[in-house]
């Protein structure tokens, strides 16, 4: 009896279960999931991607979908062990392999890749991406005829792929074949000036011919298609470094590092551009910091000790030639800097003694090189390519490389093709290839805020009378549309949606828009705005007066609008959002984010002057809101007002909206 009343639980359960994960819809919550990752929220698109899998763990698509927002995250062992599962739930499915293959790339398994790609080639031999994909992991394996033939069959076949003629280019550059490389770089940028690595990998093989302003033309072209890479900076700086434009060099430096702080490649160049200029004491700074960052860095410690000596800080210079001696005993020219620090403090004892050490190093190496070498540290600032080569091809020597210890760092060796994943799950309705991005629509949230938004205030006369109201244990809040929250937001929202849609369905006809309006806001931040909209159309069919709601739907209909591929339906969602907007400022004329939020949905659809309208009603009310600005010089450069534009970036930039230097500066 006892075992009967197990089986009799066990089958409870297993029906219990079955039971749960049948109120999933898996297919619905697969499709949000799409919908979420072609907007690019890929730690949002997980939790759904999770979601369909428990419910229907014998489906591919989730986890090859949930693999796709992995790699995007750069999660590429995760994205990895996703595409394997799909390809064993289905193994007719392409796009896994190809998927799979290139996060196998990204970690350096190319061998793996090609067995990918060559797996996809199978069922589909004259796929685009399968070919040029193989192509450069076999470039990477060095492999280059059969990475040459690959490359020749894919544009034979698509002779108008931009991105092969770049592939092939680079693919020619390692193959030392400059004549080719220039050939496929020209057809390259005659079928799309806007790709940047024909422009590096020109740029390269000019300046390796000493044709620095023909490079430096090349390489101001890769900034402008590129300007927030640190990287292009200092590789235009080298450039503009040896066209003696030392203050346009040091500008470039200064600028990588406001877009990246900690890039040692620009500390360290800027560090040496600065000691040879004599400006010692930040030559110095930069070399520490470099140090903070890199305790290991050699170069940074040597050079260092060079200012502190030519600066009379002689001790301080001798600590660091003693520790690189430490760890680099067989490093000669330390000996000499210790011997001059010594002899500046007077100790000339120590001065013959280390030129001594120095000399016999030399000598025990050049009487036997292979019992006897000497120290070699690697340049880990950055090394050129062949930089222990002479023109001819010899070894340099010591003093030789001892020499580039004072140059600059010349450009970094043009990598690889930089591979970008083609596949996109949804394409967007709008054309949102504009100059630079506007800031955020303004929506109703549960989360605060960031305090380091500058110059604007988040109040919201009748979300303030809700919130003071109490109906509803949450506080809601006006704030920017963005996608920075964690997997632990995440799931406190799919709770609290579950908790307020088993409140709303357990009161029958007596629901209250308060829990309506929780629900919605929740679903809306997890981009279930569908489902969202139909509690705010709710809500404001009980309360047409009711401006939260208002702001609510309006950005949830937007936001919809852009997953949608139907133009028709996404023109509609759009025009509805508008009307949204137009209905809150009737009710509250002096609600500052609702004329913002209707100037941004004029911006999107590149009504300029409307927009711009709009924006300048918000600034009227709000003369401190920086976004404002911001969007309003926008507009005013898409209109030609350069002047206008630059006083509200300006204005922008001081009340905090950063982007806006970015912006000045390139369009000075």
């Not at 955020?440 to 605060?448: A, C, E, G, K, T």
Request: charged content about 25%; hydrophobic content about 40%; overall charge negative.
């Amino acid at each position: 009896m006892k075992c009967i009343r197990i089986l009799y639980f066990f089958i409870i359960s297993i029906c219990l279960t079955e039971s749960v994960n049948a109120q999933i819809n898996a297919e619905q919550v697969i499709t949000i999931g799409r919908n979420v990752l072609s907007m690019d929220d890929y730690m949002l698109a997980i939790q759904y991607f999770n979601q369909a899998i428990k419910a229907k763990p014998y489906l591919a698509d989730p986890y090859f979908l949930r693999g796709l927002a992995k790699m995007n995250l750069e999660d590429y062992k995760g994205a990895e062990f996703d595409c394997t599962e799909a390809i064993k739930r289905n193994k007719f499915k392409t796009e896994a392999y190809k998927l799979r293959g290139f996060v196998r790339q990204a970690m350096g398994l190319d061998s793996l890749a090609v067995e990918d790609y060559n797996e996809g080639l199978k069922h589909d031999p004259t796929e685009k991406y399968f070919l040029f994909y193989k192509g450069v992991a076999l470039s990477s394996m060095k492999k280059y005829d059969e990475a040459l033939a690959t490359m020749t069959d894919l544009l034979r076949i698509y002779p108008r792929f931009e991105e092969g003629y770049a592939a092939r280019a680079s693919l020619n550059l390692q193959r030392e074949d400059t004549v080719a490389a220039l050939e496929d770089v020209e057809k390259a940028l005659k079928l799309n000036r806007a790709l940047l690595n024909p422009y590096l990998i020109r740029a390269d093989i000019e300046s390796n011919r000493g044709n620095w302003e023909t490079a430096l033309s090349d390489m101001e072209e890769a900034v402008k298609l590129y300007p927030e890479e640190p990287g292009l900076y200092i590789n235009r700086a080298f450039l503009r470094y040896n066209t003696d434009n030392y203050l346009g060099a040091m500008s470039d430096y200064n600028y990588a590092l406001q877009l990246d702080s900690k890039n040692i490649a620009a500390l360290f160049n800027r560090a040496l551009l600065r000691f040879e200029v004599k400006d010692l004491i930040n030559a110095k700074k930069d070399f520490s910091s470099v140090l903070e960052l890199n305790p290991q860095n050699f170069h940074a410690l040597y050079n260092r000790g060079l200012v502190e000596l030519e600066s009379g800080e002689y001790k301080e210079a001798l600590a660091d030639f003693k520790s690189i001696a430490r760890r680099y005993p067989n490093f000669y020219p330390v000996y000499y800097a210790i011997a001059e620090t010594e002899r500046n403090l007077g100790n000339l004892k120590a001065v013959g003694a280390n030129v001594n050490y120095a000399e016999s190093l030399v000598r025990k190496y050049v009487a036997n090189p292979e019992s006897n070498p000497l120290d070699r540290p690697t340049i880990a600032a950055g090394t050129p390519r062949n930089a222990n080569k002479t023109p001819d091809g010899e070894e340099e020597d010591e003093n030789e490389v001892m020499d580039r210890f004072n140059q600059l760092v010349t450009m970094n060796e043009i990598p690889q093709t930089q591979l970008s994943y083609n596949e996109r799950i949804k394409g967007r309705v709008q054309d949102r290839n504009v100059t630079a991005d506007p800031e955020p629509l303004y929506f109703v949230s549960f989360n605060p805020p960031s305090k380091s938004l500058g110059g604007v205030t988040n109040y919201f006369r009748e979300l303030d009378a809700f919130n003071r109201g109490r109906y509803i244990t949450r506080t809601l809040y006006l704030a920017p549309l963005t996608n920075s929250m964690s997997e632990t937001d995440y799931q406190d929202l799919f709770k609290m949606a579950d908790d307020y849609g088993s409140i709303i369905s357990s009161s029958g006809k007596k629901v209250r828009p308060a829990d309506r309006l929780a629900r919605g806001v929740a679903l809306s931040m997890l981009k279930n705005y569908k489902t969202a909209i139909e509690d705010f159309d709710a809500i404001i069919e009980a309360n047409q007066d009711f401006t939260p709601a208002y702001i609510a739907r309006g950005v949830a209909r937007y936001e919809d609008s852009k997953m949608q591929e139907d133009q028709r339906f996404a023109m509609q969602g759009i025009a509805m959002a508008a009307a949204d907007f137009d209905a809150a400022t009737r009710l509250n004329p002096r609600l500052q984010h609702a004329w913002y939020n209707k100037g941004y949905i004029l911006y999107t659809q590149r009504d300029y002057s409307q927009a711009a309208d709009c924006f300048t009603k918000a600034i009227e009310i709000d003369p401190e809101f920086g976004a404002a600005y911001y969007n309003r010089g926008l507009c005013e450069l898409s209109l030609g007002k350069k002047s206008e534009a630059f006083s509200d970036l300006s204005r922008a930039g001081e009340l905090g909206i950063l982007p806006s230097y970015n912006i000045l500066k390139r369009m000075k």
